[in-house]
Every structure is written in structure tokens, then in C-alpha cells.
């Protein structure tokens, strides 16, 4: 399965995140707001789709997508947790360079 954020990480699905958190939209109604074919937008809410991101609706010849509720949990977790690991990481990575006697193996003495 892609990843939750390298798929919600690309610009126009951003875009079309962010549009549909005004709630359900027609793939034409997201489409008016690019410069890239209605085509190429209904591709990218299929990707946004397979991970679970966005749902479909079909009415008649229309396709409606709104956000998927248990999908933006689960990028939200995905957040969290990337920038808790980043953070950690990022610390420990200071305090090394600005004391770097606290990276010594005490059995090296």
C-alpha cells in the first residue's frame, strides 16, 4: 500500500484535500480549480482513494469524492508520529554536536 503521507504530499492532491474539506464535490467542480485535465484530477482522486484518503459517490453520470473520515485519522496518526520521530531525532542530533562526550562508550575508558 502507498504511504499515507508521500501520497498526500503531492501538490494537487493537497489541493484536492484541501477543496473537499469544504465538503463533497464533483470531479468537475475539483477540476475547475487546476490547470491540469479533468482526467488527471480523477486520476489523482483515484490514488487519494486506493489509501483510503478520499470516498466516491456515483449519481448517475457524476462522480462525487468527500474526504474519508477514518482515512484523515490515519494521515493525521501519520503526521504525528513523522514529526515526534523528526523532533527526537533532531534533538539527539543537537546535543551530540554541542556535547559530544555523551556519545563515548563508557566501556572504551
Known amino acids: 500500500m502507498p504511504d499515507l503521507l508521500e501520497t498526500a504530499a503531492e501538490p494537487n492532491r493537497r489541493r484536492l484535500l484541501q477543496l473537499l474539506a469544504r465538503g463533497e ?33 456515483k449519481d448517475g453520470r457524476n462522480r462525487y469524492y468527500s474526504l474519508d473520515s477514518g482515512g484523515m485519522r490515519s494521515l493525521r496518526e501519520s503526521l504525528d508520529i513523522f514529526w515526534t520521530d523528526e523532533l527526537d531525532s533532531l534533538v539527539a ?12 562508550n563508557p566501556d572504551d575508558h
Open 93 to 104: 542530533e543537537a546535543t551530540a554536536l554541542q556535547h559530544p562526550h555523551l556519545e563515548e
Open 25 to 57: 464535490q464533483s470531479v468537475t467542480e475539483l477540476a475547475a480549480n487546476f490547470a491540469v485535465s479533468r482526467s488527471a484530477i480523477s486520476q489523482h482522486l483515484l490514488v487519494l482513494a486506493d489509501v483510503g484518503l478520499v470516498r466516491a459517490r
